[in-house]
Structures are given as C-alpha cells and as structure tokens.
C-alpha cells in the first residue's frame, strides 16, 4: 500500500497562473483532508470532504477550490495563483468522522513567483 | 489566531538528556493528538489522548493529558538523534477537524 500520494512533489508558478494539486489514497478513508504549512504558523485546514460526494470549507479556503473525485482522490485547485500562497501543502486521510488519525502524504512544496 | 500555542519553539540537546514540550490552550478538547514530522515528510501520528488526566508511554515518550483536557505535554527521556523532528500537538473538537499548533522542533545532537 502507498498510502497517501500527492502530485507534483515542486511547483513553482507565477503570480495569476492556475494549478492543481492531486492526491489519492488507497486506505478506503472515507475522509480527507488539505492542509497548507507555513513556518511559525502549524498546519492550517484549507478544505475537507467528509465522505465522497460531500466537502466543506476549513479555516483558510479563500484562493482555493476542490473537488472529490471519487473515494479515493481528493484534488485542490488554485484559480489564480497569488505569493501569499507559497506554502507546503499537505493531503491527509483517516477513516471517518472523529479523532481519528490521519494519515498525511508527503507534501508538495509550492512557490508563486 | 493561534488556538493552541505550544512551546518552546526549539529545542536543542544533547543525546542522553530529558526534554519536555508542552501545548496548552483556553479552550477544551475531547481528545489530543501529537504528531512527529521529518523534514520532507508529512506528520505521522504518535498518540492519542481522551481522557482528562490520562497518561500514555511509548517506549521513552510519555504524554499526558491535563486535568481540564486545555493541555498536554510530552516527555522524552534519554534523548535519540532519530528523536529529531518537528513535534506537532494537535486538539480535536468538532467533527474530524484538528486544530494545530506551530510545532516545537527539537534537535538531539549525538
């Protein structure tokens, strides 16, 4: 099992332009989630999808689109890349709704020029 | 706003000494999770804690949870370099959602 896989591993985009960040995970989670980490700062919740079919807005979804594909892929969009969103962003899943753990993938470290 | 503050910040030590890090908070949570993060890698789930006063050991990590549930801290004994790592608390309390601090990156040098 892989896990949680995110796609691409870099990225560097200039001020305006658009991208996706794609994750997949192999657990049969139901839930996932998209964070973005910035020194001093934590992990900061961007969206989650609750199950397949349903997402919802974390702390700092301003700038950010997704979309749950299906159970296993959870994607997060940026329309119009701005330097305020330099960050590492991380995809997480875990099995349903409560503390359960999650499961983090290896991040995709994001530069906006 | 930072819901749960943890300090200190950073932490460097020799192999063999203690070291405590600690995350507190105004609020109540009905559990706690610490984490540990590698440079390049996404945070991995040490513990959970639930219940108020509740202690947990892990081999030479011990967590425990306060009285209240606002805080929780975390004792390494006999310090490791692969004790290396961003140490990450993280407090649930509506569905599913966690709510992280910054971190505290601790350094054991051999």
């Known amino acids: 099992n892989a896990g949680v896989t995110q796609t691409p591993k870099f990225q560097v985009l200039k001020t305006g332009q658009s991208m996706t960040l794609q994750c997949a995970q192999d657990m049969n989670h139901n839930s996932m989630y998209w964070y973005r980490q910035d020194p001093g700062m934590g992990l900061r919740l961007i969206y989650y999808?609750?199950?397949?079919?349903?997402?919802d807005k974390g702390e700092v979804p301003n700038g950010y689109n997704v979309s749950r594909l299906n159970k296993r892929e959870f994607s997060l969009r940026l329309e119009s890349a701005a330097p305020s969103q330099t960050s590492v962003y991380f995809c997480?899943?875990?099995?349903?709704?409560?503390?359960?753990?999650?499961?983090f993938g290896p991040g995709t470290r994001l530069t906006v020029t | 706003t930072q819901l749960l503050e943890q300090s200190p910040q950073f932490l460097s030590i020799q192999e063999g000494e203690n070291l405590t890090v600690y995350c507190n908070s105004s609020?109540?949570?009905?559990?706690l999770q610490w984490y540990r993060q590698e440079p390049g890698e996404g945070p991995v789930l040490l513990v959970t804690?639930?219940?108020?006063?509740e202690v947990k050991k892990l081999k030479r990590l011990t967590f425990q949870f306060g009285d209240a549930r606002k805080d929780s801290s975390l004792h390494i004994t006999a310090a490791q370099p692969g004790d290396t790592g961003l140490y990450l608390c993280?407090?649930?309390?509506?569905?599913?959602?966690?709510?992280f601090g910054a971190g505290t990156q601790v350094v054991v040098t051999p």
């Open positions: 999808s609750a199950s397949e079919g349903t997402t």
């Open positions: 609020s109540v949570f009905s559990s």
């Open positions: 804690v639930v219940t108020g006063g």
């Open positions: 993280a407090g649930a309390r509506s569905w599913g959602k966690l709510q």
């Open positions: 997480a899943s875990s099995v349903g709704q409560g503390a359960y753990e999650q499961y």
